[in-house]
Every structure is written in structure tokens, then in C-alpha cells.
């Protein structure tokens, strides 16, 4: 396969399937399918996104030649948008808690991103607040707002839920998937449900998350949860949440790391709990659809493949 830009490799992910062979939970003639969107080559979904938000800027001129992108991110949106920016020469510049992973923040910087910390205290709103000062002062700068725009579900719509059904087919049962932003399971879940009316939606969040109703504190799950209710799930008949711990998610995540050679995160971890607690209250011949967002070596800092706590 020959590309002429890097950009051209983003999607057409595989999907892994699990059976009762590789997971006990798994009843027999029911499958788990996990889409492995750790592969892309940002190593992460938001590569997607990343590219979706660019084009989408430059064709509705909200970006031009010179402009700045700049954006509140844990990392992989910026990964993504940074990979998207540079096959037009635009500069970026993003705004990071500080507690999130030092290689993700690394590799922002090696593609050529400029990075603006905000106290882990201020959570990702400090990091919504310090964008929108930073944009007033950069004239001609564009701030994409993964969180209320809609093109952030729009790119999962479009881009990475058709690669799904042109694989499995309609004969989804249910669609389990991690909410940061919300972006990805509200893009994917519109698409399946026009498809498949009675799919069942199942939200996962690590505990710590306020979607099931829980106090907002912090977790070490990166990636996924919420401090506040994201706009995207409004109107969405979603089945229910899975809340995952901090010890499960990490446990999954060595598991598949260990036992089955997936390099993947911590919020692949949560979402296979999840999945697999959903495949084995359904009945036998169900088919559980769930993603693997980003790859496992930027958070080896974090000692995420051998935490003896988790
Ligand atoms: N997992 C990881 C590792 C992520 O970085 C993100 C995005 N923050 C998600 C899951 C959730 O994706 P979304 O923002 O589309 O809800």
C-alpha cells in the first residue's frame, strides 16, 4: 500500500472479535467486537477527529493559511489535530491539564504543537477557560471546542460507525463505548440506531464520573469521564451507564496487554469490563460492539502495564 501523506492512513481500523475461547464471560455463540482504533497513526480515535475539524474549518473558512488552532485537550485530540494541521503548514497550540500523561504532551510537542498547562485542580473546564482567553489573544486563531461542536460527533458518524456496519452488518445488539467528550458514542450510537431501532446503548465512565449520578472526584482511567453532562447525549435513548474502577479498568487493560498482545489504554480496559458485563446478562447469540480509543505505550510513564495497586 503505497500513501502520499500520513493523514491517508487514518481508519479502516480492524476489528478484533472475542469469543467464549478467549473470555469465560463470553456465552457461548455470543462475541465481544472490539474496533482497534489504537492503530491509527496518532494512536488514537481523534485522529478522526483530528482531520474531520480541519477540513471541516478550512471548507467553511473558519481556518485559513495563517491561522492558529487552538484547543482545551488531554492529549489525543491535540495528536490528532496536530497530525491534520501539519499536512497544511497550520500551527497549533493546546491547552493540557497538567495531570494528563507526559508522552502525550510529547508527542503534541513533536508535531510541532506549542503547549499551555492549566492546574490539574481546574479540571478540563480551567482548560475550556484558558483556550477562550488564549484565543482573544491570537487574532486570527480558531478554537474547534471538541466539546460543544458538532462536528466532533459528526466525525464518528461519518467517518468511523459505516466502517462498523460495512463489517458486522445491522445485527448489532449493543454499542458499549467510553464518554470523554461524548463524542464518539453519540456520532456511532446515531448511526447504529438508525440501522438497528432497539440496539442497546451502554455509556462507560470510570468511577469518579457524574453520569450515573456519582460525585465528580479524580480517577487514573485517562481518557474517559465527565465533570459535567456533555451536550451530545441530550435526546440519545441510551440503555444505561456502566461505571468501571479505577482497579477493573486497569486489570482488563494488563489482561489484554498480557494475554492477548493488545497495547492498548486504560479507557480500552474500562470498556472491555464493560462489554463484557453486558454480553453475559444478554441472551446467547448477542453481538456486543464496544472501541479501543487509544494505545497503551503513552501511558507507560504512568506505569500503566505494572501498577501493583491496580
Ligand atoms: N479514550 C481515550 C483514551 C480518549 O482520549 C478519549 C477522548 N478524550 C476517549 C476515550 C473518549 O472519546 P470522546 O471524547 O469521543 O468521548
Redesign the pocket.
Known amino acids: 500500500m503505497i500513501i502520499d501523506s500520513i493523514q491517508a492512513a487514518i481508519g479502516q481500523t480492524p476489528i478484533i472479535r472475542f469469543t467464549h475461547r478467549e473470555f469465560l464471560e463470553i456465552p457461548e455463540g455470543s462475541a465481544v467486537y472490539a474496533k482497534l482504533e489504537y492503530l491509527n497513526p496518532g494512536g488514537?480515535?481523534?485522529d478522526r477527529l483530528g482531520v474531520y475539524l480541519v477540513n471541516e474549518g478550512l471548507a467553511s473558512g473558519k481556518i485559513t493559511q495563517e491561522t492558529t488552532i487552538i484547543e482545551p485537550t488531554?492529549?489525543?485530540?491535540g495528536i490528532g489535530i496536530a497530525i491534520a494541521a501539519l499536512a497544511f503548514g497550520l500551527s497549533t497550540i493546546f491547552v493540557v491539564p497538567e495531570k494528563f500523561s507526559l508522552e502525550k504532551q510529547a508527542l503534541m510537542r513533536a508535531l510541532g504543537a506549542e503547549i499551555v498547562h492549566t492546574p490539574t485542580e481546574e479540571g478540563i473546564i480551567g482548560a475550556i477557560a484558558e483556550a477562550k482567553r488564549l484565543k482573544e489573544k491570537y487574532p486570527n486563531s480558531y478554537l474547534p471546542l471538541?466539546f460543544d461542536n458538532l462536528a466532533?460527533p459528526a466525525a464518528?458518524y461519518q467517518l468511523l460507525a459505516p466502517e462498523l456496519t460495512a463489517d458486522l452488518g445491522d445485527d448489532i445488539t449493543s454499542f458499549v463505548a467510553?464518554?470523554?467528550?461524548?463524542?464518539?458514542?453519540s456520532g456511532v450510537a446515531r448511526y447504529l440506531l438508525e440501522r438497528t431501532p432497539a440496539i442497546r446503548l451502554i455509556g462507560v465512565e470510570p468511577e469518579g464520573s457524574i453520569l450515573s449520578g456519582g460525585v465528580s472526584h479524580s480517577h487514573e482511567i485517562?481518557?474517559?469521564g465527565v465533570e459535567f453532562l456533555?451536550t451530545f447525549l441530550e435526546d440519545l435513548p441510551i440503555t444505561g451507564y456502566a461505571t468501571i474502577s479505577d482497579f477493573e479498568g486497569f486489570a482488563l487493560t494488563r489482561k489484554l496487554a498480557k494475554e492477548h498482545g493488545l497495547l492498548v489504554?486504560s479507557?480500552s480496559g474500562a470498556a472491555m469490563a464493560a462489554a463484557l458485563t453486558e454480553v453475559a446478562q444478554l441472551p446467547v447469540g448477542s453481538q456486543v460492539v464496544t472501541i479501543f480509543?487509544?494505545t497503551g505505550d503513552r501511558y507507560l510513564s504512568k506505569n500503566i502495564y505494572s501498577r501493583e495497586d491496580y
Open positions: 488514537s480515535i481523534k488531554a492529549g489525543n485530540t471538541q466532533n464518528y467510553g464518554i470523554g467528550s461524548g463524542g464518539t458514542f485517562e481518557g474517559i456533555p489504554g479507557s480509543p487509544d
